[in-house]
C-alpha cells in the first residue's frame, strides 16, 4: 500500500522538525548560488534568524521573472560538474527558465514520482505506457525514472501518434498510462474510429492526467469513456516537475510530499499568507535540492489546502485540484475570471464537446467575451431550435457563474485549435 | 413512404455550403433539393440527395457534424391550388410542419414538396387516406433522369 510507509505516515509533528532541518540544510546551499548570496547580503538576513517554519515569512519570495533574469547559472549553487541533468519549463511566453539537478537531486525526484505512482496501485510487472513529450519537457524523464524505480515494464511512447499509441496498448497489454486530459478524451475518439473498446479490448487499469488544468468532471467523463480511474498529478519544473503532488485511491485532493517541499498559500495580490482552506497562489521552497535550490517559489497555480487528514493514511497535507494560474486569469468589465471555471461549467451542460475557446475582444472602452463552444456529434439530430436552446443554456450557465453575460458561438465537433494535443483556451485581443 | 433528409451543422460564415456540394459531386452524389436554415452564428443545410447514407459517410469522414431526419416528400400537381390542397388538409388535422420546400419535377406538370413534421408516421397515413402519393429515397432518386412522371 506505502512505497514507503515510514515516510508517507510520519506525524506532522515530527515531519515539521524534518521540514525544519531541510529549510536550515537549503538556505546554507542557497547560499552557494550568487543570486541568494547577494539577495541576502542585500537584505542583511542571517541563517540564524530562521528558528521555526512560520520565520519563513521573513524571507522574499522567488519568481519565474528571477530565473529569468539570472538566466543560466544565477541559481546554480554547486560546482558545475555536479550537475548531471537539465530541464526546462514550457513557458509560453518570454525566455524558458532552466532546471539544474545533481545525481541525488535525480534521485529524490525519481523517489517521489515512483511513491506516487505506488500510492494508485502500480507494482512491478506493471506496464506503463509513457504518452508525455520526452525532452527538456519534465513530464517525459520524470515518470519514465519513477516507473522503473517500481519495476514496471515502461513503454516510452511520447506524444502524439494515436493509432499507433493504440496499437501499443493492445499489443504489449498496457495498464498504466500518462496522458494529458483533453488528448485522453481525443484518443477516445480514435479508438472508436479503430473498432477498439479501451473497457473491454485493453488490459488498462489506471491513468495518470496532468500537465494542464482540467475539472473534476472531465476526469470522470475520462474515467466513463476508458473503464479505468484516472489520477490527477501536479508538478512544475521548478520543482523538479511531475511527484510534487499527487492523488491518492481516495481522490479527494493531492498529497503534497512536504519531506521535500515546504508549503504555503499566499493571497496573489498581497503576497501575505493564508491559512490552510483558503484559496490562493501556491508557493513552495525546496527542502532536499542541491543543484538549483529554490526559496519561496511563487508556482503562479491557485489552489488551497484541504483542512484535515485523509482517509488513505498518509499524513502529508492534500491540495486541492489546480483552479487555474494567476496569469491565466482574464479581468472582463472588472470582473476576476478562470478559464477552468468556464471549462466546469461546460462540462456539466449535456450537447457540449470536448474544446471551447474563449476569445476577447475591445470596442471603443467595452470589453466582449466570445465564447465558441464544440457540439457533441451525438447530440446533433439537424433542428435548428435544439441547438439555438442550447446556445440560450450556455449563455445563461456561464452568466451565473462569471456574472458578465458571454457571446457564445456553436461549432463543429474537432473545429477548435489544438496544439500537441493541448487544447488553446483564451485568445486575448484586447489592445492596451 | 418515407424518405431520408440530410442535415448538416453549418457555422454562418462564408464557403460553408460549397464545402458540403465539393465533397457530394466528387463522390457523383446528386442532389435534389436544398434549403438552409439559420440562427445568429450557425445554420442547418437541409439536402434531399439520391444516396443520403453514403453522403452522410463521406460528409462525415470530412469532419462534418451530420444528421438523417425523417422526412414526407409528397407528390403534388404544379398548377394554382395544388398546394393549397396539402396544406389544408395538415391544417385540419393539426400537425405542426417545421420546415418545408419544394422543387418542380416537370414545369406544369408534378412537384415533390417536402415537409418536416413532429408525428412522420401519422402523418403519411393521413396523406395516404387522402390519395397524396409520398416517395422514399429509391423513388426519389429514380424519378429525375428518365422523366418518371410523364408515364
Ligand atoms: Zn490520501
Redesign the pocket.
Known amino acids: 500500500m506505502y512505497w514507503d510507509e515510514r515516510e508517507e505516515t510520519v506525524e506532522q509533528a515530527r515531519l515539521q522538525e524534518t521540514q525544519m532541518e531541510g529549510l536550515r540544510e537549503t538556505l546554507r546551499r542557497a547560499q552557494g548560488s550568487s543570486y541568494y548570496r547577494d539577495l541576502f547580503k542585500d537584505r542583511r538576513l542571517q541563517i540564524d534568524d530562521i528558528r521555526k517554519l512560520a520565520d519563513i515569512e521573513m524571507l522574499p519570495l522567488t519568481t519565474k521573472d528571477d530565473l529569468r533574469e539570472h538566466w543560466p547559472w544565477g541559481f546554480v549553487a554547486v560546482a558545475r560538474e555536479e550537475l548531471i541533468r537539465m530541464h526546462s519549463s514550457s513557458g509560453t511566453t518570454g525566455r524558458a527558465t532552466v532546471i539544474f539537478h545533481t545525481a541525488n537531486d535525480i534521485k529524490a525526484w525519481t523517489h517521489l514520482v515512483a511513491r506516487s505512482m505506488y500510492m494508485t496501485g502500480m507494482r512491478r510487472g506493471d506496464v506503463f505506457q509513457n504518452m508525455m513529450t520526452y525532452g527538456l519537457f519534465t513530464g517525459g524523464l520524470g515518470f519514465h525514472y519513477g516507473a522503473e524505480e517500481i519495476g514496471a515494464l515502461v513503454i516510452p511512447a511520447g506524444a502524439g501518434n494515436s493509432k499507433r499509441q493504440i496499437q501499443l496498448i493492445c499489443d504489449f497489454g498496457t495498464t498504466f498510462i500518462h496522458i494529458i486530459p483533453s488528448y485522453a478524451l481525443y484518443l477516445s475518439t480514435v479508438f472508436d474510429e479503430m473498432h477498439v473498446d479501451p473497457r473491454k479490448d485493453t488490459k488498462l487499469k489506471a491513468a495518470f492526467i496532468g500537465a494542464e488544468p482540467h475539472s473534476e468532471k472531465m476526469r470522470r467523463t475520462i474515467e466513463d469513456l476508458y473503464g479505468f480511474k484516472a489520477y490527477n498529478s501536479y508538478g512544475l519544473s521548478e520543482m523538479n516537475g511531475p511527484g510534487v503532488a499527487f492523488e491518492?485511491p481516495?481522490q479527494n485532493g493531492l498529497?503534497i510530499w512536504e519531506d521535500q517541499f515546504l508549503v504555503e498559500i499566499i493571497d496573489p495580490l498581497t503576497g501575505k499568507p493564508l491559512a490552510d482552506g483558503q484559496e490562493g497562489e501556491l508557493v513552495m521552497t525546496t527542502l532536499k535540492r542541491e543543484g538549483m535550490p529554490l526559496i519561496r517559489y511563487r508556482t503562479k497555480d491557485l489552489t488551497r489546502i484541504i483542512p484535515g487528514p485523509?482517509?488513505?493514511g498518509?499524513t502529508h497535507r492534500r491540495i486541492e485540484r489546480i483552479k487555474g494560474r494567476t496569469d491565466d486569469m482574464m479581468i472582463i468589465k472588472g470582473v476576476n475570471i478562470f478559464p477552468i471555471q468556464i471549462e466546469k461549467r461546460l462540462m456539466e451542460i449535456p450537447g457540449v464537446g470536448t474544446n471551447f475557446l474563449v476569445l476577447l475582444d475591445r470596442e471603443g472602452y467595452d470589453d466582449y467575451m466570445n465564447v465558441q463552444v464544440e457540439v457533441k456529434r451525438e447530440f446533433f439530430t439537424g433542428d435548428l431550435k435544439q441547438l439555438e436552446k442550447l446556445r440560450r443554456r450556455i449563455v445563461e450557465e456561464l452568466k451565473s457563474d462569471i456574472l458578465i453575460t458571454p457571446r457564445v458561438d456553436l461549432v463543429a465537433p474537432d473545429s477548435l485549435p489544438k496544439t500537441e494535443g493541448k487544447a488553446v483556451r483564451v485568445i486575448d485581443n484586447r489592445k492596451d | 413512404m418515407i424518405a431520408n433528409q440530410l442535415s448538416i451543422f453549418a457555422e454562418n460564415k462564408p464557403g460553408r455550403l460549397a464545402a458540403v456540394t465539393k465533397i457530394l459531386a466528387k463522390e457523383k452524389i446528386n442532389i435534389r433539393a436544398t434549403t438552409i436554415s439559420t440562427s445568429d452564428t450557425f445554420g442547418v443545410i437541409n439536402l434531399l440527395v439520391d444516396d443520403p447514407k453514403r453522403a452522410m459517410a463521406v460528409l462525415t469522414k470530412a469532419g462534418m457534424m451530420v444528421s438523417l431526419r425523417e422526412v414526407l416528400a409528397v407528390l403534388i400537381e404544379d398548377k394554382p391550388g395544388g398546394l393549397d390542397r396539402l396544406t389544408q388538409l395538415v391544417a385540419k388535422e393539426n400537425i405542426n410542419v417545421n420546415n418545408a420546400y419544394g422543387f418542380v419535377l416537370e414545369s406544369s406538370e408534378k412537384a415533390i414538396f417536402v415537409v418536416e413534421v413532429d408525428q412522420t408516421k401519422k402523418t403519411e397515413a393521413l396523406l395516404e387516406k387522402h390519395g397524396f402519393r409520398t416517395l422514399d429515397t429509391e423513388a426519389l432518386s429514380a424519378i429525375e433522369p428518365f422523366h418518371y412522371m410523364k408515364y
Do not use: L, Q
Request: neutral net charge; glycine residues 0%.
Open positions: 491518492c481516495c498529497h485523509c482517509d488513505c498518509r
